[in-house]
């Protein structure tokens, strides 16, 4: 059964940190990118950030580069458990949004269009 479990949102006060964990299950974890979008209030839904495990690339969106740092730990492929993390540190009272992980099969753009397995979103709270 495919899953992806996200967790670590929360309230935090301007400039400070959280950790964002996606865990996945159920899938060959090299022939996806794993990432996260976020949708603040009245707004679309935006790509932040996503991971390659095959080739170990990162990539991030203008508006969250150097503050936020996507990392994986990968125990093995298909059917355990691999996680991807999303360190957000400096945090704007912007950030303000539910956070979604996804996963895009290698090959795809990471659009939400794209998406072929989706988690719960995860509320995060920046106030100033």
């Known amino acids: 059964d495919v899953q992806l479990q996200a967790s670590g949102g929360g309230l935090v006060q301007a400039g400070g940190s959280l950790r964002l964990s996606c865990a996945a299950f159920?899938?060959?974890?090299?022939?996806?990118?794993i990432g996260w979008f976020r949708q603040a209030p009245r707004k679309e839904r935006e790509w932040v950030s996503d991971?390659?495990?095959?080739?170990?690339?990162?990539?991030?969106?203008?508006?969250v580069k150097g503050r936020f740092t996507i990392s994986s730990d990968t125990i093995s492929s298909a059917g355990a458990k691999n996680t991807v993390y999303l360190q957000m540190n400096s945090l704007k009272p912007e950030d303000t949004a539910v956070y979604y992980c996804?996963?895009?099969?290698?090959?795809?753009?990471?659009?939400?269009?794209?998406?072929?397995?989706w988690g719960q979103g995860t509320l995060v709270t920046v106030s100033s």
């Open positions: 996804a996963a895009v099969p290698v090959g795809s753009y990471f659009r939400p269009q794209d998406v072929e397995y």
């Open positions: 159920g899938f060959t974890f090299d022939d996806y990118h």
């Open positions: 991971f390659s495990n095959s080739d170990r690339r990162t990539y991030y969106a203008d508006s």
